[in-house]
């Protein structure tokens, strides 16, 4: 894939660096002549223009890309401006951080592909982590709901699926139980194979290499 980010603060900075990484062709844009020094060898390419100005915007590839992301945060004016203007260049494909929820609504009104709230979704994984004592994986379903998949922290081993009463403390249905089990090759050899539990039920007994899949509201209802 190939994408441009505008604006290489520490958000920006972070996705440069790790889309580079996975393989993707990253280009970057930023104002600041120190943000472009420090994101330099991570990119394919990085441009030190007013994105803010259409002009200087258009010396980006903008149409030979498969996304570009508006990656400016705290500044609402230059986000909305620069949204407005890819826009009005014919940019087909484009994701915005945004920096509160007017900022949200505001961008969702051009109708671009996704509003990012990175602030938001880092502290719900927090609460998640906390309140469950794990880390958890998460894809996002819509605006309230998603698929969650964690590996079952100790306080669960040995419990029933029934007994942890996981959608009225968390608001977290089980839909899947992954669990690793020993499996003998044809050599005789036992090793360790995961397999999708199909009993699933509220009598199942958790085991301590076990992950539970989830489908639930994204937000956690703290409970004592």
Avoid: W
């Avoid at 030190?48 to 259409?54: G, L, M, N, R």
């Avoid at 705290?74 to 620069?82: E, K, Q």
């Avoid at 839909?175 to 089990?181: D, L, P, S």
Wanted: glycine share 8%.
């Amino acid at each position: 894939m190939k994408c441009i980010i505008i604006g290489l603060g520490t958000y920006g900075k972070v996705l440069a660096v790790e889309l580079t990484e996975f393989g993707h062709e990253v280009i970057g844009a930023d104002s600041d002549a120190s943000r472009v020094e420090r994101v330099k060898d991570s990119c394919a390419a990085v441009f030190q223009i007013d994105a803010c100005d259409e002009l200087a915007l258009s010396v980006l590839p903008l149409k030979k890309v498969d996304v570009v992301i508006v990656a400016i945060g705290r500044n609402l004016g230059a986000s909305v401006r620069v949204v407005a203007l890819l826009k009005k260049l014919g940019v087909k494909h484009i994701y915005a951080r945004a920096n509160d929820y007017v900022h949200r609504n505001i961008l969702q009104a051009f109708d671009i592909d996704r509003v990012l709230i990175p602030e938001e979704r880092a502290a719900r994984d927090l609460v998640r982590r906390m309140e469950l004592g794990i880390k958890t994986s998460l894809f996002r379903v819509d605006e309230k709901n998603g698929v969650f998949m964690f590996c079952i922290p100790q306080a669960f081993i040995g419990q029933k699926l029934g007994d942890l009463h996981l959608y009225e403390k968390f608001g977290l249905k089980v839909i899947a139980v992954k669990q690793v089990g020993k499996t003998i090759n044809s050599l005789g050899i036992a090793y360790n194979e995961a397999a999708v539990a199909e009993n699933v039920e509220d009598g199942l007994i958790l085991q301590a290499e076990d992950e539970l899949v989830c489908y639930g509201i994204n937000e956690i209802s703290l409970r004592p």
